[in-house]
Each structure stands twice: as structure tokens, then as C-alpha cells.
């Protein structure tokens, strides 16, 4: 059976998976946050160097992970969209815009929560500090950009090449721990060794990573519905659609 890859590339396809699948997603994330949070902050024991203040990573890391994870998408999306001229493609990235910023914002701001009591200061011009910096000002020049254009597709290339050439921080985030001399340590989770930490204080970290991703897939599947129907409305499809009657009636 031949796959159909492009299936759910049009927007009348899309609109209605996504609709199908947001609200089971939002019921998945609030599922695994109230676990998460459950794991990480109640039945995790306390750090022997840290104490207590170390709970801020059951957040601190998922977010900072999903920051990353998510510019990612976008310059996915941005080369499909200049590669094979889907409207799709445009829709799915501004969608994936404003979580991705909120979640760089957060790990700025979690960080700092956890660096003043253990580095004794809010900020420092660490490198990972800085890069995920970087990361949030693209978020913000992104929508910016392609809030100013009027014309969408314009718009659309204008911002695929921001998120693609943005994209080359991402690594530079990643890997600043081991090319420069930072106040971050290595990563206490990795695919190729084994986690350097209580297994309740891993397990709460990944319920929260998975809370995160079922979140981003809720929230970007119910935007992306919005802005299906403000580009396509002139479609007879669209015009059809009960929410949108509804609303004319």
C-alpha cells in the first residue's frame, strides 16, 4: 500500500485531523503535567548539593528542551514550505512560533531562578545563557517579520529564511557545555550513557518533557485551525464549515 505522504499536506485535510486530535492532546498534557509535577516535586528525594532548590529543573529542562525542539520544527517546516510551495507549511510554522517563544521566555526565567541560589547571581554571560538568548530574539524577530508583511506568502518565505538560518544556534546551545567553559554541567540525560540521577528525579523530568510535547501538539494543532480558516475563507470549504456558518448566521 503506497503511502500518501502529501495527504495532509492541504489544509482541508489538516484542519480536520488537527481537530480530532487537539483536544485528546490537551487531556494527555494536563494528565502528564499533574504527574510530572506529582514525581518531581513530591516523591523526588532531595539533591545532596542542592536541596530542595533543584526542583526548578523538573521545568527548567523540559522547557529549554522544547525551545530547541520546536525552532527545529519550524525550519522543517520552512524547507518543506520553500521546497514544495505548501500552503500548509507557512500556517504550521507561525503556529509553532508563539509556543516556542513562551517556552525559550520560560527557560530564561527558570534559569535565573535556579542560578541565583547556586551561582549567586540572576544572569551571567554563560554561553548557553547567551545562545538560548539568541534563540528568544529569534522567536520574537520571526513573528515580527512576518507580522509586518501583508501579503502572507511573501510573508511566509521572508520568515522560513529566518528560521532556517536560525537554526544553526540550536546546536550551539546544545553543545556550549562542551565547546566552551560555561557554568552549566553536562547533561545529567543522555542517549548513549546512562542518567546520572535518582531514577524518581529522571522519571519526573521526563513526565514533564512528555507533558511539554503533548502540550505543543495541542496548542499548535488548535492555532493552526485559526489560521486555516483566516487564509482559506474565501474557499467554499471553509465557508461551509459549521463553526464558520454559525458565526455569519
Same mark, same amino acid.
Given at each position: ?15 480536520g485531523l488537527a481537530g480530532r486530535l487537539w483536544p485528546w492532546l490537551a487531556a494527555l498534557a494536563l494528565a502528564l503535567t499533574a504527574a ?51 500552503? !500548509?507549511? %507557512? /500556517?504550521?510554522?507561525? =503556529? +509553532? *512560533? ?5 517556552? $525559550? ?18 544572569w551571567v554571560w554563560d554561553a548557553r545563557l547567551t545562545s538560548e538568548l539568541i534563540l528568544f530574539f529569534l522567536y520574537l524577530g520571526y ?58 528525579? !529522571?522519571? %519526573? /523530568?521526563?513526565?514533564? =518533557? +512528555? *507533558? ?5 501538539? $495541542? ?12 487564509r482559506e475563507r474565501h474557499t467554499d470549504w471553509v465557508k461551509a464549515l459549521p463553526e464558520v456558518a454559525g458565526a455569519k448566521a
Open positions: 500500500m503506497t503511502m500518501r505522504w502529501f495527504y495532509y499536506a492541504a489544509p482541508q485535510t489538516f484542519y510530572g509535577l506529582w514525581v518531581g516535586f513530591g516523591l523526588a528525594p532531595s539533591d545532596a548539593q542542592q536541596g530542595e532548590g533543584y526542583r526548578i529543573i523538573f521545568v527548567h529542562v523540559p522547557v529549554s528542551w522544547m525551545s530547541m525542539i520546536i525552532y527545529l520544527a519550524m525550519a522543517f517546516w520552512s524547507v518543506l514550505g520553500l521546497t514544495f510551495n505548501t500552503r !500548509l507549511s %507557512g /500556517m504550521m510554522t507561525r =503556529a +509553532l *512560533a508563539p509556543t516556542g517563544a513562551m517556552f $525559550a521566555f520560560l527557560s530564561l526565567w527558570t534559569g535565573a531562578l535556579w542560578g541565583k541560589p547556586m551561582w549567586g547571581t540572576w513573528m515580527a517579520l512576518t507580522s509586518a508583511i501583508d501579503d502572507v506568502r511573501r510573508a511566509d518565505r521572508a520568515g522560513a529564511l529566518i528560521a532556517i538560518v536560525g537554526a544553526i544556534n540550536v546546536p550551539i546551545i546544545y553543545f556550549s557545555v562542551k565547546w566552551w567553559n560555561t557554568y552549566h554541567h553536562g547533561e545529567s540525560v543522555s542517549l548513549t550513557r546512562s542518567p546520572s540521577m535518582a531514577q524518581l528525579m !529522571l522519571w %519526573g /523530568m521526563l513526565l514533564m =518533557a +512528555l *507533558a511539554m510535547w503533548a502540550y505543543t501538539l $495541542a496548542i499548535v494543532c488548535y492555532r493552526v485551525r485559526t489560521l486555516i480558516i483566516e
